[in-house]
């Protein structure tokens, strides 16, 4: 399984940035995705995940309202999409997958939790 993520950038404070991520796994719906973010000096922390039908999404408390997570399985790719950005949303995101057998109501939020990770696409936000 290779994750490709895109779409990261520079953007004012108050401005939208959408972020892809498509994986070369077989079977797309197989897979739990997330969305984590690491900021210099800090840890790598969760902002959201969708489950493998994409009816179950979850949020960081910090993008709950700003941010919407979806996928398109016919395309085997996830999206963030990122609105009302703010300079504290600086940082390298990263897409994750998760391997799943059955498609469940669990959410996912740890970094240990994921199988297979992306190479980061870097989000600066300007004040």
């Known amino acids: 399984v290779q994750l490709q993520a895109s779409g990261g950038g520079l953007v004012q404070a108050g401005g939208s940035l959408r972020l892809s991520c498509a994986n070369s796994?077989?079977?797309?719906?197989?897979?739990?995705m997330g969305w984590f973010r690491q900021a210099p000096g800090k840890e790598r922390e969760f902002v959201a995940t969708?489950?493998?039908?994409?009816?179950?999404?979850s949020y960081a408390d910090s993008v709950m309202g700003r941010f919407t997570i979806s996928r398109d399985n016919a395309k085997s790719s996830a999206y963030l999409q990122m609105d009302s950005l703010k300079p504290e949303d600086t940082a390298v995101y990263y897409c994750?997958?998760?391997?799943?057998?059955?498609?469940?109501?669990?959410?996912?939020?740890?970094?240990?939790?994921?199988?297979?990770w992306g190479q980061g696409t870097q989000v600066t936000v300007s004040s």
């Open positions: 994750a997958a998760k391997a799943i057998y059955i498609d469940d109501t669990t959410v996912y939020i740890k970094t240990s939790q994921y199988d297979y």
């Open positions: 796994g077989r079977t797309f719906r197989g897979y739990v």
């Open positions: 969708i489950s493998g039908s994409g009816s179950i999404t």
